[in-house]
């Protein structure tokens, strides 16, 4: 593949990993996207178009509190993104942050608390308290509302809401470029 995840280096940091891109093309990352993998799962803090033939340091949260060895040596690309809770809580802390540093870095508590918060709603069992394990114990109920929730004839973006309050927004050039994303934002 053109395009290879790690940690920045040997020792790793929660809020930092490297994307390599290798390939011709630039590659769209986005904000709220899961990374599988590594010393622990990861969720992109901002969308990013990686140019071609480089390398960048990307910033990122922790969303699983309980693991710090390596699983794999490169990340992968979860099939799902964080819900628009968790994202949330990640926006309004980096917003904070961002304004005090100038770096794209969250709230890690805060994250782990809405992830912990997150998986309890759900009744999902999870040693490391990952994100992940929610599409893991229930990937047949996720299938099912994915099959029931598609995109309509020329859409190219996707509101999400709670109790009738926007908390996340996507918006993408060209209708074929969400149905890329569709799975993951859903």
């Known amino acids: 593949m053109s395009v290879e995840i790690r940690e920045v280096d040997a020792q790793g940091a929660v809020s930092r990993l490297v994307v390599r891109n290798a390939g011709p093309l630039p590659v769209l990352i986005i904000d709220g996207d899961i990374l599988l993998g590594l010393k622990q799962d990861r969720v992109l803090n901002t969308t990013i178009l990686v140019p071609s033939q480089s390398t960048l340091e990307i910033p990122v949260s922790c969303v699983e509190a309980g693991r710090w060895r ?28 961002t304004r005090a540093s100038g770096k794209f870095d969250s709230d890690q508590l805060a994250i782990w608390k809405e992830v912990e918060k997150y998986v309890g709603s759900l009744g999902v069992q999870s040693e490391t308290q990952a994100y ?49 994303f569709w799975q993951g934002l859903i």
């Open 70 to 97: 390596p699983r794999s040596a490169t990340a992968r690309r979860g099939d799902f993104s964080v819900s628009p809770g968790v994202r949330a809580a990640k926006l309004k802390s980096m917003i904070l942050r």
């Open 132 to 180: 992940s394990d929610i599409e893991r114990q229930r990937r047949p109920q996720i299938d099912e509302r994915l099959a029931q929730l598609k995109p309509a004839d020329g859409q190219s973006g996707v509101l999400a809401a709670v109790g009738g309050k926007p908390i996340s927004f996507d918006l993408f050039d060209k209708p074929s470029t969400l149905s890329r």
